[in-house]
């Protein structure tokens, strides 16, 4: 099959690599619809990252089951599906706990950008549509295999509530679904930090009430005044970087707790900090499966957009150039069809 790989820092390609194949009787094979770019994979290919030369890259996908392992009781053929990034059985002590990014049997998806992918544990992790989504309903869709329970998961695991206030640390595509879920989970105050124009556009069409372009002292000192002095009771930090989480404590209230979901590179916690103000932590990787159900029928209901994130689309075959766009910030993420 033809699929995205990585060779070493900015070196994509799109090329023939071996096609997957069922390994285990409870895999499935996928034809894949539609993929994507996601802003952790911006890690390996800025070289932040260890890099399997020739490895494939991509862990988002929808499309269609072509072969399932004859373990495989839930799915057949021709059914059209919503792949979580990371596998899951859904039936371990993890799953049963809501941690299905830990689960004992877990597996990531490896060739989202490519014609094929091989899902691990099918019946736990797959969750089926009803039909094939139109154009319109595709991009979100797409958008449940990671970012928007991603930025989810930043909202629970922040304790966001109703009428309470949410500062969201990061304007990539997680960040500005970190802004939809504080929305539809009934926060009165969102504010979104943000340097560029058009994210801080579609952050404010996602629900944020309050933009902070400042940055540092200087941004946290525009949140303090935005939260009377008080600081924000929520904060999602979805970025990864020191900064960005320094950040997010510098602006969390007492009491309060920063969900964060960014992949973290260099992080070193505020500990000192934490302690005096009683400032929690939570979150890591978003267990997608957990999420997916409730966040499928918000989609499907209308009552929730996250496709909007996707504000460029290229053919599969031009994904170094979608590399290149999000690299370069000339798109906020890249959705990718066969």
């Known amino acids: 099959?033809?699929?995205?790989?990585?060779h070493g820092p900015r070196d994509i390609r799109f090329e023939e690599v071996p096609d997957p194949v069922i390994k285990q009787p409870t895999d499935a094979i996928v034809r894949v619809t539609a993929g994507c770019v996601c802003g952790s994979d911006l890690w390996p290919y800025r070289g932040e990252n260890p890099i399997s030369a020739g490895a494939t890259i991509g862990h988002e996908?929808?499309?269609?089951?072509?072969?399932?392992?004859?373990?495989?009781?839930?799915?057949?053929?021709?059914?059209?599906?919503?792949?979580?990034?990371?596998?899951?059985?859904?039936?371990?002590a993890h799953c049963v706990a809501g941690v299905q990014s830990a689960c004992d049997n877990m597996s990531m998806t490896s060739s989202g950008q490519g014609q094929y992918a091989r899902v691990g544990q099918a019946d736990g992790s797959l969750v089926a549509t009803e039909g094939t989504p139109d154009a319109a309903l595709l991009p979100s869709v797409l958008a449940?295999?990671?970012?928007?329970?991603?930025?989810?998961?930043?909202?629970?695991?922040a304790g966001v509530r109703a009428g309470g206030s949410v500062v969201v640390v990061g304007d990539g595509a997680v960040g500005l679904c970190g802004v939809l879920a504080a929305s539809v989970m009934g926060a009165e105050t969102i504010i979104a930090m943000s340097r560029h124009a058009d994210?801080?556009?579609?952050?404010?069409?996602?629900?944020a009430t309050h933009i902070v372009a400042g940055r540092g002292r200087e941004g946290a000192k525009a949140v303090k005044e935005i939260t009377q002095g008080i600081g924000a009771d929520a904060v999602l930090e979805c970025v990864g970087t020191d900064d960005s989480m320094g950040t997010a404590f510098?602006?969390?209230?007492?009491?309060?707790?920063?969900?964060?979901?960014?992949?973290?590179?260099?992080?070193?916690?505020?500990?000192?900090?934490?302690?005096?103000?009683?400032?929690?932590?939570?979150?890591?990787?978003?267990?997608?499966?957990?999420?997916?159900?409730?966040?499928?029928?918000?989609?499907?209901?209308?009552r929730i957009d996250p496709g909007k994130v996707f504000d460029l689309t290229l053919p599969m075959a031009e994904s170094p150039e979608a590399y290149r766009a999000m690299d370069e910030r000339r798109a906020i993420k890249v959705m990718l069809e066969p």
């Open 61 to 92: 996908c929808v499309g269609v089951v072509e072969e399932v392992g004859s373990e495989v009781s839930d799915f057949r053929a021709g059914d059209f599906v919503v792949v979580p990034f990371c596998h899951c059985d859904n039936t371990c």
């Open 250 to 302: 510098a602006v969390a209230r007492a009491g309060a707790t920063v969900g964060f979901v960014g992949v973290p590179h260099g992080v070193e916690l505020p500990v000192s900090r934490m302690f005096q103000k009683n400032i929690g932590l939570r979150g890591g990787i978003a267990p997608v499966r957990r999420y997916l159900p409730e966040l499928l029928d918000l989609v499907v209901e209308g």
């Open 144 to 157: 449940l295999t990671d970012v928007m329970p991603t930025g989810w998961h930043a909202a629970v695991s």
């Open 199 to 207: 994210r801080q556009a579609l952050a404010t069409e996602f629900g």
């Open 1 to 6: 099959m033809l699929a995205t790989t990585i």
